[in-house]
């Protein structure tokens, strides 16, 4: 006897195969299609979150990136994006004062609205408190750090975690309260270079860890707190273009120990979409899995675990 879970699941798992049937407009393709042959690990992520609201945000990004993997652009963008009004909607209601923030480079306007408007790394059921420790890895300009800081009401501990020494100065002048670690997080310890993967662009938040070798200094998070003499962490943010998986892999202890709160990113990598959630589950099953979408394209996808 199928089971409801099983059931969902089955659900679904059809209601992508059908939404590929709908938009392959040009036959099959002669090169790989990540996410339409992942389908069976999309529907078990979407089985794995605890509310409708993720669900709804999941299954809506899931079927854009069909769309753009198996139309063209343009198509995608004008029919597939059915959190699109849900989002504008949210944005225009939400009465949070953007503050003003010093920014490194023009698209970080973007980014700040991201965080203040979209509220990207919160959720409901996943939200800092006041006294809270709280750990930013990948603090980048120190935007988020910022909002957790006024979050908490100024009395959270805040810990910014970012390996990128171009952007110290800045990250300093928006976050004075918090603790700048500058090293890079992976699940080892030992050095490494900041590479830009997209040779076309000299965005500095689009560097990440090679980790061959280098001048940066790379440690884990299960050190990082021991180093640092906490005896408790209560959220931690993860952002670290693509090296989330890693990351998590190296806070395997703290997880199990203090059970913190989480927001991973959870779209740089193609297979971020199971293998986060599924990581998360492995690691402490007691964990609750939330979704949240917080832009209008492919980016700003957020897990959370409670």
């Keep these: 006897m199928i089971n409801n879970t099983q059931q969902e699941y089955i659900s ?55 769309a753009l993997e198996l139309t063209s652009k343009e198509i995608a963008y004008k029919n597939y994006r059915g959190w699109q009004d849900k ?15 010093k920014i490194f480079e023009e698209p ?7 965080v203040y408007l979209s509220q990207q790394y919160e959720i409901e059921q996943c939200k800092v408190s006041k006294n809270d420790i ?3 890895c990948g603090a980048y300009c120190g935007f988020a750090s910022k909002y957790f800081f006024e979050k908490t009401l100024g009395t959270g501990k805040i810990i910014a975690v970012e390996p990128n020494r171009e952007l110290h100065g ?26 830009n993967p997209n040779k076309d ?6 560097k990440k860890l ?11 998070i299960d050190d990082l707190i021991k180093d640092l003499e906490l005896n408790n962490i209560d959220f931690i943010k993860v952002d670290v273009e693509g090296a989330e998986q890693d990351v998590i892999a190296g806070a395997v202890n ?31 099953p007691s964990y609750k899995i939330y979704f949240k979408h917080s832009s209008f394209d492919l980016h700003e996808s957020v897990f959370f675990a409670v």
């Design 108 to 114: 970080d306007g973007n980014t700040i609205n991201e």
């Design 87 to 101: 989002l504008a909607k949210f944005w225009d209601s939400n009465n949070q004062v953007i503050p003003k923030l």
């Design 210 to 220: 090679d980790m061959n070798g280098g001048t940066i200094e790379v440690t884990t």
């Design 170 to 195: 800045v990250l300093v002048q928006n976050a004075p309260f918090a603790k700048v670690v500058s090293k890079g997080l992976s699940s080892k310890s030992g050095w490494a270079s900041l590479i």
């Design 12 to 66: 679904v798992l059809k209601i992508l195969q059908d939404f590929v049937k709908k938009v392959w407009i040009d036959g099959k393709p002669s090169y790989p299609r990540f996410l339409v042959d992942n389908l069976e690990n999309l529907s078990n992520t979407y089985i794995l979150l605890g509310d409708g609201e993720s669900k709804f945000w999941f299954l809506e990004r899931v079927k854009f990136g069909l």
């Design 254 to 284: 703290i997880m199990k120990t203090y059970k913190p709160k989480l927001a991973i990113s959870g779209y740089h990598r193609a297979d971020d979409f199971w293998a986060i959630p599924n990581l998360l589950k492995e690691i402490e």
């Design 134 to 136: 709280i750990l930013d």
């Design 201 to 206: 662009t000299n965005c500095a938040i689009a």
